[in-house]
């Protein structure tokens, strides 16, 4: 097998853990998720464990890529080079929250949730990916340069 079949059964597997996680942690529940962010009333903080569970696992992941000269199914790491905290970032990481605490889903979780077939996670998830379009058409062609260049690539990386 190759390189690239490789990578691809790493993705897929990948993907089939992360939405069965999601699924046994109840994050597919936007009703749950809201519940968890509503810390002034009804507040439920099972998620606290998701939440802990996931940054061990992360922070592990870090830990072991810091030794690694390379990835396993790919020639280098791409790493974010700007390290900037801006008002784009700002603006974009309330724009996320806002959306996550009114909606109860985020991009990872409604993705999964599209198994379920459910009526407002399909508008969601469309008006998700209409916003992600218009953003990169807009927004991102100003500022970037060219689609693919490693600034586009630097962005879409977890912070090393």
Do not use: Q
Request: proline share 6%; net charge positive.
């Amino acid at each position: 097998m190759n390189s690239a079949v490789f990578r691809l059964a790493a993705t897929l597997v990948s993907g089939v853990v992360f939405g069965f996680g999601l699924s046994l942690s109840g994050m597919l529940d936007p009703a749950r998720v809201r519940a968890f962010l509503d810390i002034t009333g009804n507040w439920n903080p099972s998620l606290a464990f998701v939440l802990a569970g996931a940054v061990s696992v992360s922070a592990l992941g870090v830990v072991v890529s810091r030794r690694l000269m390379r990835p396993l199914f790919d020639a280098s790491f791409h790493l974010p080079s700007n390290r900037a905290i801006d008002g784009r970032l700002i603006a974009g990481s309330a724009t996320f929250g806002v959306g996550w605490g009114l909606v109860g889903l985020c991009p990872g979780p409604a993705l999964a949730s599209l198994s379920l077939g459910l009526p407002a996670t399909i508008l969601f998830v469309a008006a998700m990916i209409v916003g992600m379009l218009a953003h990169d058409r807009l927004v991102e062609r100003k500022s970037a340069g060219p689609v693919g260049d490693a600034g586009t690539e630097a962005r879409m990386s977890l912070p090393h």
